[in-house]
């Protein structure tokens, strides 16, 4: 299998070749699609002007408010001596400190995946999709809604192997709330590595977790390669508003130093952890996460780095966050014209919902906050699919909706494309006004790459779906996920790999005592 | 009530006056929005060199191609002493003929309502949203899908009539299957008039009920009024690949002498009315809609038209028509820029699905499909809410989930303001690092504003949620459907008026034998 960026040319052949591969033979690999080439431009909605008032705004907050650094005197040192006010734990940048130190910062990157042919492209115009991270519960049709287990979490990383449209297998895609909480990274890393082939986030709850993660890929990959490459990212939230704990930093300090990628994300609820006007919160946004970019290259100039976002709202009355409403999702596009301005990668959230299930509420604020996040440009979405309930909960139906959804952006994100073939004058001469396409020649040379279809959707005639039971989406992707677990064959891993990750599991749950919180 | 046309300042505070109005009081009517000022940019998609190869497709169709015009003699000698090439009934446009005849039209023109607080204009950046079009089956949660009737089309009237996040109250809301085709257009025409007050689009199935349509407006607003001013839209398909049949240019010929707008609509699904290739479809959809875009003109110089677009895909295994997929999204983009280089005002349709139910598939559909109406530049946005099934089944619940997606749309395409109060620089010195912004002087002032609250959407805990019988937007939607009807009062109607609406409509009624097909 060769590696297969997902470029349409003009009729979106790779991409079809792809989907028409799908479903895999038995034993046969799902597609590799190694991420998207976003082929329509980004849209940017605000002007210079607005988007200078933004910046100067995160800048004064960067100097006139400063962020605190809790329990991390390495971190302060680091600014100290990069030239920033240290006052106990409160940091404030001199203007201009910071977007100096984001020079060494790398506009784009590779992380590898153990298989090569998934390896993705974080930056400029690439596009990679990562299932949903850090829920506590799971949900399905069957069993309805129950913490999750290391038994769903193995589940997610199946589904995720399975489909070629989310390019990236994700970190925490469920809490496995069975396995001790300081030995669930070990399992978790295992299961990323053991039942995928494609990248990974490891561990951020700790020091030594963040540490044990990139050491399970140094098993994989070689040590030096490590140190030479992208293998693995760490996704770091701000504790907003502006601060940085120490399990964050440390965590940060240990990916960074080992020149692996965080991904830098300001946690805001409007009104809550930041102001209730989306352009105070977008400027809260910036400069917290400038700050946690910066001080990666702080740790190691030019290591990766990415400029990661959450911005959502909260229903004022109740307190209660909200999100795939408009607001966030306008910020989003105002979040990507500044991120190109500073040349960092960009994460945005994907499939947003504060919806218990996969409804039609769930579907509309997911479709929302997705496209605002590929229209934005970012490069690395995570949560793409699964997240319910604002992020409580992680929907198996919801993951195989959401899912098709990332697959229809793969053609919407390859545009319209222009050419002889595609204005198709040769079938308005053959076929003439009042008759219809179905079999001209152009019809039967383009029909197979012409349109994008839903592994999903029902499509067919009323009564067609009222013979087959009335089945809605949900029904459907229940259907899917017991075709897709039944079909799925583990890639192969090399056996003295598979034993030394064991040995070193085994070696380090035996040191520690088991934590249950 | 004074006019309004949402256009956020600085704290989306026109928009929320109207919300805070929130449920009217008994006897009080719904807030006038008179459709939404779009503030943030157009997505372009395509570049200039792209635009012009469409153009020169479309220009080439027109030029060697052609388009028929069906038992029409008056069409063909209007064409002919325009200029066209005539043969038979088939036309052949000379390049820049039908440019040239189309700088009369206007590029922005006052549809008058009854009540005009709710006259709503089409064109520049304005955006309207009109209910779903011409399904001849209904479906409820409680009875299940059925054949329209004229109970069912006074309902989706009042409905549309106390929800101010539609702008217009549409036409052929669903098909009155009740009523003798041949009578149903005095029906529908009536009700629009009687159980609102918003603009409205008359009947286009012959030209005697086009010429109905506008003689019951003559009756409320005065004939000279009617002939100076736009108070009714016709919605004219082609019958696309290329072919506009008597039915059509007639009503067409109806409107615009009586000088009111057409929307002129190709109606194409790829790979059935036109190619498989979505270049192709655009050039022949752009073809189509300037020749008729066009006759208006050539009918009376200066009518209001407007440029209309229905371009889907079909699943070419099956057959059957799919909604709210990629392609066409891309393709309304692209539509929207060729439209502005008419400078014609432009209809899009909105919440497109192919699903039988308002479930998941649905609201992912129909959301791709709104997002890239509104984002393309659309005015007047048809199917804003609704649709099902491809447009067989209008949605009583899908109708409201549709609904509350446009009151989100309001805010989203204001756009990001940025002003020192949305910067909120005080809110960061007042609360600082670490803290929280919920009673923050700042939140405080800005909070009844600041976030869009849907109106059908469960934001709450879990647990509240399961307590309160685990209902998801379907069931929120039925009690809201059943609110407002409950809640609704008729607009005044002058009883002048009301009487002769009721003379006309029963004179009529009595010329004609009924006719059930």
Redesign the interface.
Known sequence: MTEEHATADSTGSRQRRAKRRGPPEAGAAPAAIAGIRRQ??T????NEE?LV??EE?AD??LAE????FRDDPEALRLWREAGADVTGE?VKFPRGLIRSILKTAPRSFTQHARNPARSVVIGDDSVVFAPAYGSPFVRDLQDG?RYGSIADFEKFVKLTYMIPWLHHSGGTVCEPVDVPVNKRHLDMVSAHLRYSDKALMGSVTAQERAEDSIEMMRIVFGKEFVDKNCVILGNINV?S???YDATMTNALRAYAAANQACVIVPFIL???????????????SLAETMAGCALTQLVRPGCPVIFGNFLS??????????FG???P???S??IGQLARRLNLPLRCSGAFT???????????????SM?AAV?CGANFILHSAGWL?GG??MGYE?FI?DA??CA?????L??????E?????S???E????????GCA??VE???T?????E???????EQ??EGG?L???DRSARRIKKLLAEYQAPALDPAVDEALKDFVARKKATIADQWY
Do not use: C
């Open positions: 329509v431009p849209y940017d909605i605000l607005s008032a933004i705004a004064k907050i408010i400063g962020l605190e409160l809604r504790n508003p502006l601060v409007g009104g809550a952890m930041g102001p209730v006007t989306m352009a105070g919160a977008i400027a809260q709202s909260t229903a004022l009355r109740s307190g209660s966050p909200t409403t408009p607001e999702a306008a910020g596009l105002v504060a919806s218990k299930i996969a409804d039609g509420q769930a579907m509309t604020e997911s479709a929302m496209l229209q309930e409580l909960t919801k909706q098709d959804f229809s952006l793969h053609r919407y390859a545009g319209i494309q222009i050419d073939n595609q204005l198709a004058f079938a308005f001469q076929v003439g006004p009042g008759k219809h396409f179905f152009h019809t383009n029909y197979r012409a349109f994008w279809e839903s999903v959707a029902d499509n067919g005639p009323f779906w009222q009335e809605d989406a949900v």
